[in-house]
């Protein structure tokens, strides 16, 4: 089956790992796995800084090309929250709990646009060690490394 | 992965196969699938009659016995919205357009509970000839067939 995800990536923690590789394992061996990566210009609206595009893109794909999933994939640049999946021929979008709510906006938006609504995954966040989400956020603090460690 | 799903299935429609099936995908080669199906007394809410326990049991069983979908897999009576699904130990709930909130409601009961938070998959429901959804009430009513097509 051919599945979206999305996300900034940075930097790329056990969340984001847990999403990708779930999104493999739903496409499957014959399927397609579509990574919409925001650009500097979306990502800036974020709260902390953001490293370049190209710095995301390159720790993304050294993780996928290591995991030797075996869909084929590719990386896209996502300007909004969005991007292709309101109109794309594609089957299910993966997301996290805090992005639950875009994936619903999606299939809305494809129903008025006359497309097939697709599937929803939502992955439950990683758990750091102190119980709460993993966040690039959290990490950005100082609070957690990309394990989910507490820095102390 | 181990899975779960519910409902009353009544009559098995193309919605529910769409849902059973993808179930069995996602649990994989070496998963489980949980199929709760609602007890006379719970199903009893519905505005429609619905057939006897052991007679959905037979059709849902039949169903699954003819696919010979490769995961193991068990049929529990539902007893409430919930089910075993708010404390049992599994990874993911298959759930339609109509039940996401019930499978983000298990997800905050379990959290409560101590309990892992489990993945969400929501199927885009099956429309009918008509662009609609399938749904027993629509079947009831005689206005389409268990596949979907409008009766005329």
Redesign the interface.
Known sequence: MKVMVGGTFDPLHDGHKALLS?SFE?AGRDGRVVIGLTTDTFASRKTHPIRPFDERRQDLEGFIKGKKFAASWIVEPLNDRFGSATDADFDAIIVS?ET?PVA?EI?TLRKEHGK??????????VLAEDGRWISSTRIYRGEIDVHGNLIR
Chains 1, 2 share one sequence.
Do not use: F, M
Not at 116 to 125: A, M, T
């Open positions: 779930r739903l709990e639950l619903v299939n097939k609504k697709v599937d929803i995954h939502q992955i439950s966040c």
